[in-house]
């Protein structure tokens, strides 16, 4: 009785390999061998900076609202005033605080005065948002105060005020300048509401890394923005910062009960949840579109399989009458195709990594052959094209590459191992 060979023996691996370097007089297997080849690196790659880019635009959304923004906002009860206005300011701001920075898992709890007034400067014109907050809160925001993108001297925050970098370049401001601050809500007169006009002198310019923050904000000393605002004795909201703003949820009810059960919260997740919900939306259908491409790709391995099976007809009848059963005839052309899938895969892989690791060289490239303006950061929010490669992303595009590759490299070898000898030497 003949001893059965064990499944991918030496000789299998020997034949699938002279298969793959076709004779020149078979060049169109070759030419479709390099095709699939081709096709199954360009999707991977295709898919791995896709995800990579994906996962940068994520981390750095996320990383710009946390090292900028509060993670969770506490507004006070509602309360009428004496004029019948609706007000949820704090009059106990320190009290208020306190409480919320004794909850476990809080860092830290500021008061915060905030308005909307004109910037003007050298003849121009700005609408911005004021943060009044204490130097110390604005020091827990590393995106504020990071001495690597920042200008000037913080130390000298209490003596002025800091601007984001697009305020100072829409003004034409530089440290040492002078802004004029203009609020429509002013000194009551007999003739009515004066507007409020202060000047302030730049201290500091920050860079938070995304644009509509850059544009929009600047800081100054809480006790001097109480007093520009009409804020008196009084805080306009209370922002805390939790040790795991990703688990900001977690904090709610706590943080509720600190705050009192007429107080309002809105955390980050809040605040960004519509665009983080469209990211993930995008991400999942772009995902699902590039799947489709790597079926496709994988789809030539299966051509180029039948013509290889249609042109080793002969030699497939010669092996099964050497005794060659039909298992080993299916590896070989197995190993056919998984062998493409494979080195297409692990060039995609390579080529998709080289990207996202250099994607700021090669986008300056592409930005400079384009004559510039390839990223506007006023429409995108961030001043470049993020990529962060993620060990899940590059193992769920390698998974499905191998996946597609090896389920459509089946149905042709089938076909190979159950041709019959008789029929594939009748007119040989």
Not at 157 to 179: C, N, Q
Not at 238 to 261: L, T
Request: proline share 4%; net charge negative; glycine share 10%.
């Amino acid at each position: 009785m003949a001893r059965r060979t064990a499944p991918f023996a030496p000789f299998e691996w020997m034949i699938a390999w002279r298969y793959l370097r076709a004779r020149r007089a078979e060049g169109g297997v070759s030419v479709m061998t390099w095709i699939s080849l081709i096709g199954i690196t360009l999707a991977v790659f295709a898919l791995i900076a896709t995800l990579a880019v994906r996962s940068g635009f994520r981390a750095e959304f996320v990383d710009t609202i946390l090292g900028a923004n509060a993670h969770i906002t506490v507004y006070a009860a509602e309360t009428v005033t004496e004029n019948g206005v609706v007000s949820r300011s704090f009059t106990d701001f320190e009290a208020s605080a306190a409480a919320l920075a004794d909850v476990p898992g809080v860092e830290h709890a500021a008061p915060v005065v905030k308005g909307q007034v004109m910037a003007n400067a050298n003849g121009r014109n700005s609408g911005i948002e004021v943060f009044g907050m204490a130097a110390s809160d604005v020091q827990t925001l590393p995106r504020i105060v990071d001495p690597e993108t920042g200008r000037g001297d913080f130390a000298r925050y209490g003596e002025g005020i800091a601007i984001g970098s697009g305020v100072a370049r829409e003004l034409g401001l530089r440290l040492g300048d002078m802004v004029k601050l203009i609020s429509p809500d002013g000194v009551k007169t007999a003739f009515g509401q004066s507007p409020r006009v202060k000047s302030y002198e730049v201290v500091y310019i920050f860079s938070a890394g995304r644009y509509d923050i850059d544009r929009t904000r600047a800081y100054m000393p809480f006790a001097e923005a109480q007093l520009y605002f009409n804020r008196d004795g009084q805080a306009d909201e209370i922002e805390v910062i939790v040790a795991e703003p990703e688990a900001v949820s977690d904090y709610r009810e706590a943080v509720q009960a600190a705050a009192g059960s007429g107080a309002y919260l809105w955390t980050w997740q809040d605040a960004s949840g519509g665009f983080l919900n469209a990211l993930e939306i995008e991400d999942n259908v772009m995902f699902v579109i590039l799947s489709v491409l790597v079926l496709i790709a994988a789809m030539n391995i299966t051509s180029g399989l039948i013509m290889l099976v249609k042109n080793k007809g002969r030699d497939i009848g010669i092996l099964r009458t050497m005794g060659l059963t039909e298992g080993a005839v299916l590896r070989v052309f197995f190993i056919c195709g998984a062998f493409t899938g494979i080195i297409g895969t692990v060039a995609g892989v390579i080529l998709g990594c080289i990207f996202a690791i250099y994607i700021d060289p090669i986008f300056s490239a592409v930005n400079y052959v384009a004559g510039g303006g390839v990223w506007d950061p006023s429409v995108r929010g961030l001043y470049q094209l993020p990529a962060k490669l993620e060990l899940a992303d590059v193992l769920s595009a390698v998974g499905l590459s191998l996946g597609l590759s090896f389920i459509v490299t089946i149905f042709p070898a089938r076909r190979a191992a159950r041709m019959n000898p008789v029929e594939a030497l009748r007119y040989e």
